[in-house]
């Protein structure tokens, strides 16, 4: 046996050694050289000082306490009797409350008047002054060591400790009543709470727990220990009470010489008063005193002449008795009132203290796991059952007192200024409760799980039931009537209400109305998907991949023109389609065209762990632990008996089909536990198990739905819930700010997550309707920043051509305008998804989604504007630059920036008239009215759309009628006249005249190098129009001139024809304009007029000139023809020159008539040359 035990320790010892404990170790110091500049600078480190204090162990010899004993047995028993006291010290204080002795002799005083802490030395001199809060009076302190000091605040019903040293309140401890008195014992504080005794918390957990119960404790009352006893005083039954720690009441002493007087007064004037009612009576109207008849007895009384007298000193009596309870009860009522008052008060700071919380909540400044104080909820909703019972305990009160009910006409006007006075106090007190509760449980729901227990959550939900039962019992129409009297007092000259008087807590109140679980459930689940939004924000915004496209640099710009061509139709939800397999058939993966935006890939975390999976598994478990308590534990959730009985009365009338309906809806009604009609089972039966499922259920369907709007607010406010140290990482920031390709990287992350099983099956419609937000926040900021640079770049815009993707060119601000238009596509183009599809026979194919009206009609409005917008623009520049004849710019103008904007104006009323044209059918009053705007705003998207289609026909017709009033003006100024055309000599010309160049350089000029940045088609609608402009104004001005032409004049206008063909084919750069341009009827139809001047007859030398006959064509000449005539008679018939422009000159007559030679007569020419008959 002894060598096992050696074998074990010398084991332990060589694992000593093995494991290197006792190894001997050096610790090696090495000194910074850096170190020697800092302690030149540094006169000293620090300082240290010594505090002592009384240490916490205590050592005593055996020697000691024998000595302690032997001396203790030498002391005899002593009684009360035998205690002296000696007034050592007197100091003068005012509004002393509370007082206590340290270990150290110190004395700490509490100033209830002054709001102060005073610390007094053994002396009486002032060691420590500490403030304390002015709005909080304390009562009572207690010193739990040298450096912490207790106090009790009865108001905002907790005990702070104060630490000396700081002057500050290092934690609270909140109660759920008034504390008065305050003591300390054993690690554990002992207090006095008015209306349910001494209660005993723990300083380490601040658990606390009734030690004596007494319902009479009232305020001012205080408790002191004293070795294993407990001592406390009542103020209102001004007793001493010793209890033992346990509890048990040992005795009890009380002060009966403080009301014997008034006790004895009282009872004898009772007693008069019966012995003198039997031979009087009170005779009323008049209230005097008369004798009763001989009848009642005592007849010999009757004839007694001292009657008069007593009567009169009977009816005296009688008055003070009466006013004695007057007084009495309106010292009640008062008392009541000002407890109410102070209820409401408590009320208001504990709905500060919560708010406070809650918006360190809301702000992200808790340090620490935020606590409600729904955990006295409870005991609060008993405070006011009490309180909103005085006015029950008041009338009870005057119909039961025998001396107010002669006087109740007096009282009248009293009781009800208190009736007025309590139900306003009943209403703050309503509106304060409710705003507690709304605001708890919003803290509430930030709290800790662990910290939950099964008493905090039964003192919630049982709070919560008082509270709907209280605001029950209350009539209607309380303070309706004060209400109506002090609006008509104050707002006499005003004929609306004002709504800072009735937006008052005390009219507020009125308004309040039970708080149906269901909103707490909406409450709680609304708070709870803050955490579930935030989780999920990191997860799409702080994994590496998407860290890298962030930090990559300047990311391409975002082509919203690809918006509706890129989007799968696997992204609508509701679609079953497979990975690999799109709709339309094509093996293109899902997952890639939902993330490729544009030129970029987003990131695929369809192999990340799903980011809410424990989350969901903790709601769940707490959903049921919460929901298990409601429904086991108390009857929120059951209907009232009066309302089974109301509705065992009404169900006589409805049919058997009717009542065999299931109930419609979540809420499945369940009967009473009084009713009748149901049986007697326990409390965890198939209906509670049934409703607790559904609660769930309901639960965490109102959690994932309201997880898609904090997910949204996550994304504007991302630095929330960052609380947890260690969970700090680099966020993308507002979305508001992000770059529009950033945002549809996280967009198509969202939807790809979606349609993999990252998510809970009832998160996905939250997660892709968020993804959509973001998507129509971008589509609008898009909207919003290009309107905004268009609006400020039109009135600085010179209009220079600049270039389009298409290769076509526009002005800078039409190019804006184009780009405000196709965000706003983007966004009804995924409204469109939620209208309903039919077929050809009228079969739903697609069922309709809730399309938001509002939304959509907000969208068109912004075509509108844009439409609006782009009107303008067009109509005002297209104006000015015609009226200055700026050919290029009005040209950019009307065939681009025109042309593109009527194409997108009309694209925007098609989509109009897509959502306007579905007969989407609405209940609702808003939703009609909504559905009628949408139809007027169609309406003027078609008058702005046929103004855009006219705008575009009308610019380019008076671009015509400018043209040819140039033409004409310019001919007239600058065409010669008269000789110059009828000139004669031997040299035939062959230069242009000067006018010919400058009107093509003044109107045609400018037409050329304008088209040179439009399309095809428009260059060629454009020149032929300029060039047909011109020709006709210079042919119509020689016809109605009536110029002469001679031989050589016709030649002249002939050169001047030809520099116009030429420079019109060495200016215009395309090929097809220019063949199109010189193959025009006017073009040839001036030629042919010059071809006709050019034939003009010989004039004979006898001066006499004959008829031109064929003969004359055919002839070559003869030798009496002068070398002019002859070279003439060459030219004009020679048989190479065409002729054939001759047949577009629809007026013959006209151009001959205006030759020099033979004009007066007219030609006949060839059959094949005539133009045809009519």
């Not at 507002?734 to 099956?761: Q, Y």
Request: charged share 20%; proline share 3%.
């Amino acid at each position: 046996m002894f060598e096992t035990e050696i074998q074990k320790y010398e084991t332990f010892l060589q694992s000593l050694f093995d494991d290197g404990s006792l190894q001997k170790i050096d610790i090696n110091c090495k000194i910074e050289d850096k170190i020697s500049d800092v302690l030149a600078t540094v006169n000293s480190l620090g300082s240290i000082s010594i505090e002592s204090s009384t240490p916490l162990v205590f050592m005593k010899t055996g020697k000691e306490i024998q000595a302690q004993t032997s001396s203790l047995q030498l002391v005899p028993p002593s009684t009360i009797n035998d205690v002296t006291v000696t007034l050592q010290n007197k100091l003068n204080f005012s509004g002393i409350t509370g007082c206590t002795m340290s270990s150290t002799g110190d004395i700490v005083l509490i100033d209830y008047v002054s709001h102060r802490l005073l610390i007094l030395k053994k002396d009486g001199t002032l060691k420590n002054d500490i403030p304390l809060s002015t709005r909080n009076s304390a009562v009572d302190g207690t010193c739990i060591d040298d450096k912490t000091v207790a106090i009790s605040v009865p108001i905002s019903k907790q005990i702070q400790i104060i630490k000396v040293s700081t002057k500050k309140v290092d934690r609270t401890i909140q109660t759920t009543g008034y504390c008065y008195g305050l003591c300390y014992s054993d690690d554990h504080l002992l207090f006095c709470e008015t209306g349910k005794g001494i209660q005993k918390v723990n300083t380490c957990n601040n658990y606390s727990f009734t030690l004596v119960k007494d319902n009479t404790l009232s305020s001012w009352s205080y408790v002191a220990t004293f070795k294993d006893n407990i001592v406390y005083t009542n103020n209102s039954k001004h007793t001493v009470t010793c209890c033992s720690l346990a509890g048990e009441k040992m005795w009890e002493y009380k002060d009966e010489r403080i009301r014997q007087s008034c006790i004895n007064r009282e009872t004898d004037a009772e007693e008069a008063i019966k012995l003198l009612r039997k031979p009087f009576q009170i005779l009323n109207p008049g209230h005097h005193v008369g004798r009763r008849h001989s009848e009642h007895g005592n007849i010999s009384f009757l004839h007694c002449r001292h009657v008069l007298g007593i009567g009169k000193q009977y009816l005296e009596l009688r008055k003070i008795l009466e006013e004695r309870a007057r007084l009495e009860f309106l010292r009640d009522c008062l008392f009541r009132i000002k407890s109410v008052s102070t209820f409401v008060k408590d009320l208001e700071n504990l709905v500060q203290l919560e708010y406070r919380t809650l918006y360190g909540i809301t702000h992200n400044c808790l340090t620490e796991a935020p606590m409600s104080k729904l955990y006295c909820l409870n005991g609060l909703c008993e405070d006011l059952r009490v309180h909103v019972g005085h006015w029950n305990t008041i009338k009870q009160r005057l119909h039961t007192s025998k001396w107010l009910l002669p006087i109740l006409g007096r009282l009248y006007i009293d009781v009800e200024h208190i009736r007025e006075k309590l139900f306003q106090l009943y209403n703050n007190a309503i509106y304060w409760m409710e705003k507690l509760i709304m605001i708890g449980l919003k803290v509430f729901a930030h709290g800790s799980y662990s910290n939950l227990t099964h008493e905090i959550l039964w003192n919630v939900t049982r709070g919560l039931e008082d509270f709907n039962n209280i605001l029950n019992g209350l009539p209607k129409a309380r303070g309706k009537t004060y209400f109506i009297r002090e609006l008509i007092t104050k707002q006499e000259k005003i004929l609306t209400p004002s709504a800072a008087l009735s937006n008052l807590s005390r009219h507020a109140g009125i308004s309040v109305k039970a708080i149906p679980f269901i909103n707490v459930m909406n409450i709680l689940a609304s708070e709870r998907a803050r955490y579930a939004a935030h989780q999920t924000h990191r997860f799409f915004t702080a994994n590496d991949d998407f860290m890298r496209i962030l930090f990559s640099g300047k990311l391409p710009l975002y082509v919203w023109n690809d918006e509706v061509q890129r989007r799968p139709m696997s992204a609508i939800p509701g679609l079953d389609t497979s990975d690999y397999h799109t709709a339309t058939g094509s093996t293109t993966s899902i997952s890639g065209a939902v993330l490729k935006v544009g030129s970029i890939k987003a990131p695929d975390l369809s192999s990340e762990p799903p980011p809410l999976s424990t989350f969901s598994q903790n709601e769940q478990t707490f959903a049921e632990a919460f929901l298990q308590i409601v429904c086991h534990s108390t009857h929120i959730l059951r209907k009232s008996e009066s309302h089974s009985k109301t509705r065992h009365k009404t169900s006589r009338t409805i049919s058997k089909a009717d009542s065999e309906r299931p109930p419609k809806g979540p809420d499945t009604p369940v009967l009473s536990r009084t009713d009748s009609k149901r049986k007697t089972v326990s409390w965890g039966d198939s209906a509670d198990s049934t409703i607790k499922d559904q609660l769930v259920k309901k639960y965490l369907d109102v959690l994932w739905k309201e997880f898609g709007n904090a997910l949204e607010l996550c994304f504007y406010e991302h630095d929330w819930g960052a609380r947890e140290q260690g969970h700090d990482y680099f966020s993308l920031g507002s979305i508001v700010i992000c770059n529009t390709t950033l945002i549809a990287i996280v967009r198509s992350m969202m939807e790809n997550a979606g349609l993999k099983d990252l998510f809970p099956p009832s998160s996905v419609p939250s997660l892709l309707a968020t993804a959509r937000k973001l998507h129509v926040i971008s589509a609008l900021s898009s909207w919003d920043s290009c309107l905004c640079e268009a609006l400020g770049n039109r009135l600085s815009d010179k209009c220079y051509p600049c270039p389009l993707a298409s290769g076509d060119y526009s002005t800078r601000t039409g190019m804006l305008l184009r780009d405000t238009y196709q965000p706003l596509f983007s966004i009804l183009q995924e409204n469109m998804k939620d209208l309903s599809e039919s077929g050809r026979d009228s079969s739903v194919l697609v069922p309709k989604q809730d399309l938001d009206l509002c939304h959509v009609t907000s969208v068109i409005c912004r075509l509108l504007a844009n439409c609006h917008m782009s009107h303008m623009w067009c109509l005002q520049k297209a104006n000015t630059f015609l009226s200055s004849w700026a050919v290029g710019n009005f040209l950019l103008i009307s065939q681009t920036d025109l042309k593109v904007l009527a194409d997108e104006t009309k694209k925007s009323l098609y989509q109009a008239h897509t959502f306007s044209g579905k007969n989407i059918s609405r209940h609702k009053l808003w939703e009609q009215q909504m559905i009628s705007y949408l139809s007027d705003v169609t309406k003027q998207l078609a008058e702005t759309n046929e103004q855009m289609q006219n705008l575009s026909a009308t610019s380019m017709t008076l671009f015509g009628d400018n043209c040819k009033n140039m033409s004409k003006e310019y001919f007239q100024k600058s065409m010669p006249l008269g000789k110059g055309w009828r000139k004669k000599g031997t040299e035939i010309p062959k230069e242009h005249s000067v006018y010919i160049e400058l009107a093509l350089e003044t109107i045609l000029e400018p037409v050329v190098d304008g088209v040179s940045k439009l399309k095809l088609t428009s260059q060629l609608h454009v020149m032929s129009m300029a060039v047909s402009a011109v020709c006709e104004a210079w042919k119509n001005f020689i016809l109605k001139e009536k110029i002469k032409f001679s031989y050589l004049g016709a030649c002249q206008l002939e050169q001047d024809y030809n520099f116009t063909r030429t420079w019109l084919s060495d200016n215009i750069v395309n090929d097809d304009v220019r063949q199109t341009v010189l193959e025009l009827n006017v073009l040839k139809c001036l030629h042919g007029g010059i071809l006709l001047l050019k034939k003009q007859p010989i004039r004979r030398s006898g001066g006499r000139f004959r008829e031109c006959s064929m003969d004359d064509l055919s002839c070559p000449g003869s030798n009496s023809t002068s070398p002019l005539e002859r070279h003439a008679s060459s030219v004009e018939y020679e048989t190479n020159q065409d002729e054939s422009d001759i047949q577009y000159v629809g007026n013959i007559d006209d151009w001959l008539s205006l030759r020099v030679q033979g004009g007066a007569k007219t030609w006949k020419l060839p059959f094949c040359l005539n133009p045809p008959p009519a």
